[in-house]
């Protein structure tokens, strides 16, 4: 597939593309390396985000970066319920899997609307700078929702390059809060659950049994 990075000498007129931002951090590294090339239109939506203090912190550290790159940044109504309605049943299910699809879709499908809504022609999404994250199902799950909504979706690989390094010593450059869970209630949770067992260790009377 050939790349959208495309050199700003070969570009008479920047592309507009609407960036769905899942963090602050991931959001940085994506508008330094695409902003010579395109003109970017941020949008937050990540109703997937648990507890509410928590998405309101990452909304607030997004906002933060857009105003330093000089770009707009919308955000959707946080409404966890639809994350919650996404993935009923499927909770059980390890990462990367149908769960990982649905919370996608949740996400994209927004993004998208808010792109034709805007009358830009094309999204991505910074989702892709994580190790974590399928590169194959985010960009199967954006395609989808582009589809659905009359535009088109982006395929870039923000993670080549060591783009998740580089986005790690920007954040610290910027001074920005890092998350250090994916954002979904259950990834909260088995955090949380981690925590407490690496807090039990040692202490009279508690440990493995």
């Excluded at 902003?35 to 909304?59: G, M, V």
């Excluded at 991505?124 to 954006?142: D, Q």
Aim: proline fraction near 5%; include cysteine; charged fraction near 25%.
């Amino acid at each position: 597939m050939k790349s959208l990075l495309l050199k700003p000498e070969m570009n008479n007129t920047r592309q507009k593309l609407v960036l769905h931002v899942c963090c602050a951090p991931d959001q940085a590294y994506v508008l330094k390396l695409l902003s010579a090339t395109h003109h970017i239109h941020c949008f937050f939506s990540n109703p997937n985000i648990h507890p509410q203090d928590e998405y309101r912190k990452r909304l607030e550290e997004a906002q933060r970066v857009a105003e330093h790159f000089g770009v707009p940044l919308d955000a959707a109504q946080y409404e966890p319920h639809l994350w919650e309605d996404a993935v009923k049943g499927l909770e059980g299910t390890g990462e990367g899997g149908e769960r990982c699809r649905q919370c996608f879709l949740v996400r994209l499908r927004q993004t998208a609307r808010f792109c034709a809504q805007l009358g830009w022609p094309s999204f991505t999404s910074t989702m892709s700078i994580s190790p974590h994250k399928s590169i194959a199902l985010l960009n199967e799950t954006g395609r989808q929702a582009a589809e659905e909504s009359g535009v088109e979706y982006a395929s870039f690989d923000f993670k080549k390059k060591d783009g998740f390094k580089k986005s790690v010593e920007l954040s610290r450059e910027l001074g920005l809060y890092r998350q250090d869970y994916c954002g979904c209630r259950l990834s909260w949770e088995e955090r949380h659950s981690e925590r407490a067992a690496r807090s039990s260790v040692g202490r009279p009377g508690v440990g493995p049994g």
